[in-house]
């Protein structure tokens, strides 16, 4: 783990990253020693003091069920008084490669806008060779408040350049 950070920032309420790169994350999940209450909705991520970073990590790797492998993962994060905002600038996970880029409201209502695109190769069923195909998701609403609700639309075409267009097609709305 590499860390390089500013204490002159500290001073004026700023935690000033140079960089964060990690090689490897292991993720490790462990059972709760006794039944947690149910969580409440939260309507605050808001800190007493600003964030500024760019990330990098090498490998992200989790015991328990199979999930697919996350690697080359960089970007950004920071947190100013009224918002985080996170861009991820590439990351690979399984045969694909995506970007994201989303914003959330440190305080209620906590609107949140989020915006993912990716590029995945995958075999087509049957033996019909392999396919890029491209994804796209827009996330929006609000996470606090009675009226939280969240609207996602999603859409993976095949590349223009595709031999098969008609190979996979999906659109996905939900709230």
Known sequence: LTVDWSLGSLFERE???GRLIARQVHITQRPAAAPRPAPVPFDSLQ???RVSTPFAVAQITWDGP????LSDLTGSYVLDSKEHKL???KVAISSG????NARLQA????ALSAQLHGSVLTALPGGGGN????????LHGTLAGRDAA????ATLRPTANAARTDAMQASLSAR
């Not at 305080?107 to 906590?110: E, K, Q, R, T, V």
């Not at 195909?133 to 827009?138: I, L, N, P, S, T």
Request: no cysteine; aromatic share 10%; charged share 5%.
């Open 66 to 69: 199979a999930l697919p492998s």
């Open 15 to 17: 935690l000033r990253l």
């Open 97 to 100: 490669n995506y970007s994201l």
């Open 47 to 49: 800190l007493p003091f």
């Open 107 to 110: 305080l209620a209502p906590m």
């Open 131 to 138: 396919v890029t195909a491209q994804a796209q998701a827009k």
């Open 87 to 89: 861009y991820i600038s």
């Open 150 to 153: 969240l609207t996602l639309q």
